[in-house]
């Protein structure tokens, strides 16, 4: 599934790539910064930004179905439309808690910083928030792969 993985990825980067190009070029067009060309942009950046988030369960069902790209992001697409309400509160949730984590333990290295010689509390940072960003992306795959089989239990997908 590593191959279909790629795809999906590939497939997401380039619709991302089209709707960014898309909205800069409705910006060129607009003359820059002109009202028109903001609303614009934002336009196409947030229907952009619904058909990534369609696709977002597309590697999870790769995954735990064995599906090829193009069938997976179809059935994405279906799931999520399905349920964007609970995609987009789990999307909230797990930013909300990755910014307590984050705010969190920069207060307290901003205190170990005080306390301890520069070097020292840098490399700490440093090697305590790679092992908080690794939990935080474990946390966020388990997350929506439980929620993506939470679905298939239900029969919402």
Do not use: C, H, W
Request: glycine residues 10%; without cysteine.
């Amino acid at each position: 599934y590593y191959g279909t993985l790629f795809v999906v990825g590939l497939i997401v980067s380039l619709v991302i790539g089209v709707f960014v190009l898309l909205a800069v070029l409705a910006a060129a067009a607009l003359n820059q910064m002109d009202v028109a060309a903001v609303v614009a942009a934002v336009i196409i950046s947030g229907i952009g930004i619904y058909i990534v988030l369609l696709m977002f369960l597309a590697p999870y069902i790769a995954v735990s179905e064995d599906k090829k790209a193009i069938a997976s992001i179809r059935q994405s697409i279906g799931a999520v439309r399905k349920n964007i309400l609970q995609v987009i509160g789990l999307a909230l949730l797990l930013v909300v808690i990755g910014f307590v984590i984050g705010l969190l333990l920069g207060a307290l290295f901003a205190v170990l910083s005080g306390a301890m010689p520069g070097t020292i509390s840098q490399v700490l940072f440093a090697v305590l928030g790679s092992f908080v960003n690794s939990y935080l992306g474990v946390l966020v795959t388990a997350a929506f792969m439980s929620f993506y089989l939470g679905l298939t239990t239900s029969t919402q997908a």
